[in-house]
């Protein structure tokens, strides 16, 4: 993005500042004056020198990845102060283990009843599409109902962020 100077239109960041934005200035490719809340989050979490001075360590074309992950792990600590962005990783990684184990369970299920089928005797000619489709829609069903809280191998109900819960108490709310 070019300094945004050029359209006589002061970046996010020397407008928060209230000072002049300068064709140099290197808050302009990444801090756009749509965005002010972006240098207002990362200024009130790490400090507009701070940043100067990361942004002059890293390499040019490192620097957006640099400025992403600031804003990133600032808005994140704006909505919770004490645990910031970790929460939402902790949040992440609960929800991979019970998605994790909701799979075994479907696993589970499936080899029970491919094992009840093979008990049984053999299906009748022409009839192993309608038993696909049987296996597909209980599979259907049951990853349904577990999502609707209705599991029974413990797995929980329904999925929200944390940090989008008017309720949740120690911070998790929106600020």
């Not at 239109?9 to 809340?37: M, N, V």
């Not at 645990?83 to 992440?92: E, N, R």
């Not at 929800?95 to 005797?121: F, G, I, T």
Request: proline share 6%; with cysteine.
């Amino acid at each position: 993005m070019a300094s945004s100077s050029c359209y006589n239109s002061p970046c996010a960041a020397c407008k928060f500042l209230r000072r002049k934005c300068l064709p140099g200035c290197i808050f302009a490719p990444h801090f756009p004056p749509e965005e002010p809340h972006k240098f207002a989050n990362v200024h009130k979490i790490f400090g507009a020198s701070n940043v100067t001075k990361l942004l002059n360590e890293v390499l040019p074309d490192q620097r957006e990845d640099a400025v992403n992950t600031l804003a990133y792990e600032a808005e994140a600590r704006v909505r919770d102060p004490v645990y910031g962005c970790v929460s939402a990783i902790t949040f992440l990684q609960r929800q991979v283990e019970r998605l994790e184990k909701e799979l075994d369970a479907a696993k589970a299920d499936l080899m029970r009843y491919a094992s009840n089928c093979n008990d049984v005797s053999p299906p009748l000619i022409g009839s192993h599409h309608h038993e696909e489709e049987n296996i597909g829609s209980t599979l259907h069903n049951m990853a349904i109902s577990r999502r609707m809280g209705y599991d029974h191998h413990g797995g929980g109900g329904g999925s929200y962020f944390p940090w989008n819960d008017q309720n949740t108490s120690g911070g998790g709310g929106n600020i």
